[in-house]
């Protein structure tokens, strides 16, 4: 290898995981890094186990609906649930932050968003169309703003999920 190659050494390729960690955990942690739908051999080559390992632990996630699977073609693809990460995310949001924080946080993001409706005369950033203009620079400007805006609608959905979870002691609906 010569002093500019971009390879790593073959021992750092060797140790893709912590010495120590379980199956389980290799195979939760591939899965959550995926952002496509892949077979469980897939999973399991770069879980470092074998497949009927991966397909085993990938089973057990998919009825803790961290994973969802896609059953239509063969082999099966597994893919993480989004789902799941947003309620992941609005459970350490609503530990994090009081209701009345929370309903503020709402408050300032829908501020947010009215802001984008009204420059965009929309109220769905994806009926906006970005290429209205001949400048790069702002076709540039309007996919960050509607990126943006995006970012706002989903963020209010994530905190509006997180007072609920907040108000009923942690579960969607009261107990």
Not at 94 to 110: K, M
């Amino acid at each position: 290898m010569t002093e500019f190659d971009p390879a790593p050494e073959p021992s750092a390729t060797e140790r893709r995981w912590q010495q120590g960690e379980d199956t389980f955990s290799r195979v939760y942690d591939v899965a959550m890094g995926i952002t496509s739908p892949i077979p469980a051999a897939k999973i399991a080559d770069i879980a470092d186990c074998s497949p009927n390992t991966a397909k085993k632990h990938l089973d057990r996630l998919v009825d803790m609906g961290i994973v969802s699977v896609s059953r239509d073609g063969r082999p099966m693809q597994y893919e993480r649930n989004e789902g799941y990460l947003e309620w992941q995310d609005a459970s350490r949001i609503a530990d994090e932050l009081t209701v009345e924080e929370i309903i503020n946080r709402v408050g300032e993001l829908e501020e947010e968003r009215a802001k984008y409706e009204d420059e965009f005369d929309a109220t769905d950033p994806t009926t906006v169309s970005v290429y209205d203009d001949d400048s790069h620079e702002t076709i540039h400007d309007r996919m960050a703003a509607v990126s943006e805006w995006r970012g706002i609608i989903r963020d209010i959905r994530l905190y509006e999920l997180a007072r609920q979870l907040a108000e009923n002691d942690g579960h969607l609906i009261p107990a």
